[in-house]
Structures are given as C-alpha cells and as structure tokens.
C-alpha cells in the first residue's frame, strides 16, 4: 500500500474493464494505465491496482495455453507501468467464473482506510457486491469515487459512493498506446 495519506488509491477491476472497453471497441492491452490514473486521480502521488482471475493453463486444452501466455503477456506489461497487480482465480463449473477478486479489492479499500493510507479511492468497478466495503469507508471519513462507463453505469454505486465519474469512450481514447 501506499504510505502517503494524501494520495489516491485505485482499484481495477480488471475483467470488468476489460469487457467494458471491449464495448467500446477499445483494446486493454494498448491503454496506458499510469496516464489514466494520474489524468483521473489528477496527482502523481497514487497506487493503482488491478485485480483479475488467474488463468490456468489445462493439460489437453491449447485455448486455455493461449490465454495463459496473452495473460501472463498483459500483466507483465501492467508491471512495467508501475501497475500493482492481485490475482484471483478462475472456478470451472458450468462454465468458468472469476473468485477472490471482489474479496481482494474491499479487503484492500477497508485496510487502506483503517491504516489511513490514501485520501480519496478511485473504485473503477461497476460491481456492487463492494457496496458494504465502499459505504464503511466513507463512514470512516474517506472518499470514493465511482469510476464507471456512460453506457452501462452502476445506479448503485453512483448513489452511494462519494462522487462519481462516468467515462465515455473519447475519455478512454487518448490512454491508447
């Protein structure tokens, strides 16, 4: 965590990101993480984490080799952009499901409120199962912002949550690489 109380904390949820920009036919291996989090936070003074599901890689499966490597390939890239990074994992079921990431980041909002480690959080997640995580922090003082997409915002979070932002896709275009 970061040790500065006046700096900012952002929490990505990584898949949800993912999909959202894939809506926009924006592609999340060519953003540039650190100039949006410095253009959102408006410091330099920031921890950006992205949270994400583990892929495997399955014996006798080629497709889930290819996304183990394009994986591993994106969250090497994140790093190299200073990017904090904290895997969940993949359950296969009836299909295959992310777990431990939600955890992950209301555990990592609620340590860094109680350890007084950020000033404002910047929640970029339209999940609202971090509805309980987001209301406890703000009780405790602190602020959350709601950073979501114009084309499928969380009601939710935007009435809950300190503030919000909604980005549309002209916003997300100039973090292209």
Same mark, same amino acid.
């Given at each position: 965590?970061?040790?500065?109380?006046?700096?900012?904390?952002?929490?990505?949820?990584?898949?949800?990101?993912?999909?959202?920009?894939? #809506? @926009?036919?924006?592609?999340?291996?060519?953003?540039? &993480? $650190? /100039?949006?989090?410095?253009?959102? *936070?408006? !410091?330099?003074?920031?921890?950006?984490?992205?949270?994400?599901?583990?892929?495997?890689?399955?014996?006798?499966?080629?497709?889930?080799?290819?996304?183990?490597?394009?994986?591993?390939?994106?969250?090497?890239?994140?790093?190299?952009?200073?990017?904090?990074?904290?895997?969940?994992?993949?359950?296969?079921?009836?299909?295959?499901?992310?777990?431990?990431?939600?955890?992950?980041?209301?555990? #990592? @909002?609620?340590?860094?409120?109680?350890?007084?480690? &950020? $000033? /404002?959080?910047?929640?970029?997640? *339209?999940? !609202?199962?971090?509805?309980?995580?987001?209301?406890?922090?703000?009780?405790?003082?602190?602020?959350?912002?709601?950073?979501?997409?114009?084309?499928?915002?969380?009601?939710?979070?935007?009435?809950?949550?300190?503030?919000?932002?909604?980005?549309?896709?002209?916003?997300?275009?100039?973090?292209?690489?």
């Amino acid at each position: 965590m970061i040790s500065n109380k006046d700096s900012a904390l952002i929490l990505v949820d990584g898949s949800n990101f993912y999909y959202k920009l894939k #809506d @926009l036919s924006l592609e999340q291996e060519k953003f540039d &993480f $650190t /100039k949006f989090s410095e253009w959102l *936070s408006e !410091t330099k003074k920031f921890k950006v984490i992205y949270y994400v599901g583990a892929v495997r890689q399955e014996p006798k499966n080629a497709k889930s080799k290819i996304l183990y490597a394009k994986q591993r390939s994106f969250l090497s890239q994140l790093q190299k952009q200073g990017v904090n990074v904290e895997l969940g994992y993949i359950m296969k079921s009836d299909g295959y499901h992310e777990k431990g990431v939600d955890v992950k980041i209301a555990t #990592d @909002l609620l340590v860094g409120t109680y350890e007084n480690l &950020f $000033t /404002k959080a910047f929640l970029v997640s *339209s999940d !609202t199962d971090l509805l309980p995580a987001v209301e406890k922090t703000i009780s405790k003082g602190k602020l959350v912002e709601f950073v979501g997409f114009a084309h499928l915002p969380s009601y939710a979070l935007i009435r809950k949550c300190s503030s919000s932002r909604l980005l549309h896709k002209e916003d997300l275009m100039k973090f292209n690489l």
